[in-house]
């Protein structure tokens, strides 16, 4: 008779035994949890079986963002009826057959999980058939339960149909996003996919359009078809062997960093993977060539002795333990610092620029002309000062004319003025009437005379009762450009005008869906844009506020930094719209101020509700009291 103690409580005999085996559509709805978490976790899982299988050739057809359906149809061996209805089985894999094969892997799953998980949550209906076969296999499960097997006529390889994801877990399907921002996150899992694999031809299909359609090419090549070709000439190339790993692929040129929208990636041999030693290591090499709210985009790939690497940590295996992982880290960093170096160094000097300088062709038949004899023969230096005066009348009336006497008083005035670059496109300076930009209104107890001046270029030093303010001057005009867009789109739609020549841009697929969702829900901001191809759109209509220039940026940058979840709700979108554009359209971290425009800048950064922190939470200013002055000082 066996006795189980617990919670002071003695159970005892056959009869109130309470420890018991969960049934296996129990054990796999549970392991779904963790491998199967949204429609994007299910064509990972497919995708990833297909390559093991050997395929070359992939298509993914999705409708309603995975909710509906995800096909995955592949050339892959294909297989055997017993083995079709095996691989539903938990812990049934032909990847591993021992423990120790966890420490040789050369293939992307090996759990034995994905299969029965995706049938524990969703319809399957897959049909396989092995080179050489003649006829093929179809099977049918629901909800982990087997519903049939039946011969069938298909293609060597795979077809597999996951239909209803979640139908059977109300709680669990309500919890799907949209439809925007499920097929954001497809398209996000499909670049990993792809990148990692570019020997293997990719489409991707959503409700009957097609998205993507990659041929087998270079990993640059493949890079140019996700994001664009103009990416290609963004990335510098690295590559690097020792004896622990390899390394290769692409970084960003510093000049390129962007404060949002960066693409950044690590491969595994062959597996995409997260690590933020690696990342850190990456950022290090860019802390002096970039700003500190930029980050690079980069591609890498590390190839390691399987042996020494542990990928059995997390059931997606996104995170991955390296044994000589500081020793790669430095690798990387020297990697990434020698292909800098190379990239700076040889823009320096194009040697393949296509046009060539104009060097004239020497021609010795060209009759040359003879110089001319202008000088004084009868001029004497020790004559009278009188002859030499009428010598000097006659030099000056040969001599060319002199160029007119320009005004540099005047000249300089100018260019101090082109210097203040918007400030004073803008803005009137001294006394003339205020703008929009630097409201004059300025409190009186405010309106001292030198109160401000400029430090470093980028910030604002202003006394205070309390002690010494300074103030990042970037920072608090994008604060007064949020608290004023704020007030216009709560006000309603932003008054937008209309351009003479409407502007076409290109995005990334993924980006692309976020605008076509969201197209009427960032127009009462200002913007009108409508389609002229596949994933191009022409800007039409721009913030009345904003130049040309700036609303392209400012639409970059609310496509890049705003999930699409928001975009949508127009109730909801308001602030990342403000942000991006109070980012695009405030004055530089080293814009030239005048004192005027200085004092303006403060007296209406006081005005905000929350003059001490931009809206994602930066710090504005900062004050030296003064009691920290007077330890300083002893």
């Given at each position: 008779m066996l006795c189980i103690s617990g919670a002071n409580k003695y159970f005892c005999g056959m009869n109130n035994d309470l420890i018991r085996l969960l049934p296996d559509s129990v054990a796999n709805q549970i392991a779904a949890g963790e491998v199967i978490q949204r429609p994007s976790s299910v064509i990972k899982e497919l995708v990833e079986n297909a390559v093991d299988a050997g395929a070359t050739a992939i298509t993914i057809n999705i409708?309603?963002?995975?909710?509906?359906?995800?096909?995955?149809?592949?050339n892959g061996y294909g297989m055997s009826p017993t083995d079709a209805r095996m691989a539903f089985e938990r812990h049934a894999t032909s990847k591993i057959s021992k423990a120790d094969d966890l420490y040789h892997l050369h293939t992307m799953g090996f759990r034995g999980e994905a299969l029965p998980s995706i049938a524990a949550v969703a319809?399957?209906?897959?049909?396989?058939?092995?080179?050489?076969?003649?006829v093929g296999t179809r099977l049918l499960i629901s909800e982990s339960k087997f519903e049939g097997q039946e011969p069938v006529s298909c293609v060597p390889g795979?077809?597999?149909?996951?239909?209803?994801?979640?139908?059977?877990?109300?709680?669990?399907?309500?919890?799907?996003?949209?439809?925007?921002?499920?097929?954001?996150?497809?398209?996000?899992?499909?670049?990993?996919?792809?990148?990692?694999?570019?020997?293997?031809?990719?489409?991707?299909?959503?409700?009957?359009?097609?998205?993507?359609q990659f041929m087998r090419g270079s990993f640059k090549q493949r890079i140019g078809a996700l994001f664009g070709k103009n990416i290609e000439s963004q990335i510098a190339g690295i590559s690097t062997e020792t004896s622990i790993v390899k390394l290769s692929g692409f970084v960003g040129m510093p000049r390129f960093a962007k404060k949002r929208g960066y693409n950044q990636f690590f491969f595994v041999n062959g597996r995409n993977m997260r690590h933020p030693l690696f990342h850190r290591a990456v950022i290090q090499c860019y802390e002096q060539l970039v700003q500190p709210d930029s980050q690079p985009s980069y591609f890498i790939n590390f190839e390691v002795d399987p042996s020494t690497i542990d990928v059995n940590i997390h059931p997606q295996k996104h995170e991955i333990k390296f044994e000589h992982e500081q020793a790669i880290s430095q690798i990387l960093v020297a990697a990434i610092r020698e292909t800098l170096g190379k990239t700076q160094a040889a823009g320096a000097l194009d040697?393949?620029?296509?046009?060539?300088?104009?060097?004239?062709?020497?021609?010795p038949e060209a009759d040359m002309p003879v110089p001319g004899d202008d000088a004084e023969s009868d001029f004497?230096?020790?004559?009278?000062?009188?002859?030499?005066?009428?010598?000097?009348?006659?030099?000056q009336a040969r001599a060319p004319k002199a160029a007119p006497v320009r005004d540099w008083d005047a000249l300089y005035a100018n260019f101090s003025r082109e210097r203040s670059g918007a400030f004073e496109e803008?803005?009137?300076?001294?006394?003339?009437?205020?703008?929009?930009?630097?409201?004059?209104?300025?409190p009186p107890a405010q309106q001292t005379a030198a109160a401000c001046f400029q430090l470093q270029g980028g910030y604002i030093v202003s006394p205070s009762h309390s002690g010494i303010m300074v103030v990042s001057?970037?920072?608090?005009?994008?604060?007064?450009?949020?608290?004023?867009?704020?007030?216009q789109l709560a006000d309603g739609p932003v008054p937008s005008q209309q351009l003479i020549f409407s502007e076409n841009f290109e995005l990334a697929p993924s980006v692309s869906a976020i605008l076509e969702s969201a197209s009427a829900t960032i127009a009462s901001a200002g913007f009108s844009v409508s389609r002229a191809g596949d994933n191009k759109w022409s800007l039409d209509s721009v913030p009345a506020s904003l130049s040309s220039g700036k609303a392209m940026e400012a639409l970059y940058a609310i496509l890049e930094d705003v999930e699409a979840d928001v975009l949508v709700d127009a109730s909801a979108f308001r602030s990342p719209v403000a942000l991006a554009m109070a980012r695009s359209a405030a004055i530089s971290a080293s814009q030239v101020l005048t004192p005027a425009e200085m004092e303006s800048i403060i007296a209406d950064l006081f005005?905000?509700?929350?003059?001490?922190?931009?809206?994602?939470?930066?710090a504005i200013m900062t004050v030296i009291s003064h009691d920290d002055l007077a330890a300083r000082m002893q």
């Open positions: 409708k309603d963002a995975g909710r509906t359906l995800i096909q995955v149809v592949d319809q399957i209906d897959m049909r396989t058939m092995r080179e050489g076969d003649t795979t077809n597999l149909s996951v239909k209803n994801i979640f139908f059977h877990q109300p709680a669990r399907r309500k919890f799907l996003k949209k439809d925007s921002v499920e097929l954001g996150h497809i398209l996000r899992e499909f670049e990993r996919l792809a990148l990692v694999n570019t020997d293997v031809d990719f489409t991707l299909i959503h409700n009957d359009v097609t998205l993507h040697f393949e620029a296509d046009v060539a300088p104009d060097i004239p062709l020497f021609n004497n230096p020790f004559r009278a000062s009188s002859d030499n005066e009428m010598h000097a009348h006659t030099r803008q803005v009137p300076s001294g006394d003339e009437a205020a703008d929009a930009l630097f409201v004059a209104d300025t001057q970037h920072r608090a005009h994008v604060r007064i450009m949020y608290d004023r867009y704020m007030a005005r905000c509700a929350e003059p001490s922190f931009t809206p994602d939470g930066l």
